[in-house]
């Protein structure tokens, strides 16, 4: 049972253009939401994170849109750079310390 | 301040070998997790802990052991290494906070991963 999932395994973007990556989770408990990036052979780096208070988190390029009724999170990249192509990772927390990831999205953004 | 430090970096075991995998923070964090990562799959908590003498385990712990006997230490130990633990095993730490305050520092800090090949 997927709790938080992440159905685009990839996605390419043109430098300077808008990407958008989504995330979908089942459970309603859950009310904290971080986004990671990972390069291949390192560790995943938080990018930013919701509360489910919020709808909306910025941080200059990147921000991060949460609609609760719809269980449906979102990251907008914008403008996309080269350097953002990397792997990201959804992930949800129901109030806890413990943390539950989607299984990523590949982004590539052509230069 | 070096973060999360893993070691080894890549590791192949035999089938029945047995191994530790160490993971070390010196952020004087309260939590720390092991996860695994498979091919085209997200990251599975395998266990964690919420400070010194406390563990617990996560959604994949069958297989593996781990204890914390420092803040600063948190090893992961394999017993009987079977094909089906070949993976990508990242450790991650976290300081004490609210999970809703939306801030940095309620996120985890990733080490840098071992790639283990059990064959």
């Known amino acids: 049972d997927q709790q938080v999932k992440q159905n685009s395994p990839s996605l390419s973007v043109q430098e300077g253009r808008i990407s958008i990556l989504n995330c979908d989770y089942t459970?309603?408990?859950?009310?904290?939401f971080l986004w990671y990036k990972k390069y291949p052979a390192e560790g995943p780096t938080f990018l930013i994170s919701i509360s489910s208070i919020k709808d909306k988190n910025e941080d200059g390029r990147f921000t991060v849109f949460l609609n609760k009724s719809a269980k449906h999170l979102s990251l907008h990249i914008v403008p996309s750079q080269p350097g953002d192509s990397a792997v990201y990772f959804c992930a949800a927390s129901s109030g806890t310390y413990k943390y539950i990831f989607g299984t990523g999205t590949r982004l590539k953004v052509l230069a | 301040n070096a973060g999360v430090t893993q070691t080894p970096k890549f590791r192949i075991l035999k089938i029945g070998q047995s191994m530790t995998l160490q993971c070390t923070q010196d952020?004087?964090?309260?939590?720390m997790y092991w996860y695994r990562q498979d091919p085209g799959m997200g990251l599975k908590l395998i266990y964690y802990?919420?400070?010194?003498?406390?563990?617990d385990k996560g959604e994949v712990p069958n297989g593996y052991n781990v204890s914390r006997s420092t803040t600063e230490d948190f090893p992961l130990r394999l017993e009987l290494a079977a094909p089906s633990q070949t993976s990508v095993y990242f450790c991650?730490?976290?300081?004490?906070?609210?999970?809703?305050?939306?801030?940095?520092?309620?996120?985890?800090?990733f080490g840098p991963g071992t790639r283990l090949t059990v064959l």
């Open positions: 459970n309603s408990m859950f009310d904290y």
């Open positions: 991650a730490s976290r300081p004490l906070g609210a999970t809703t305050s939306g801030t940095s520092t309620d996120t985890q800090y």
């Open positions: 802990s919420v400070g010194a003498g406390i563990t």
């Open positions: 952020m004087n964090h309260n939590y």
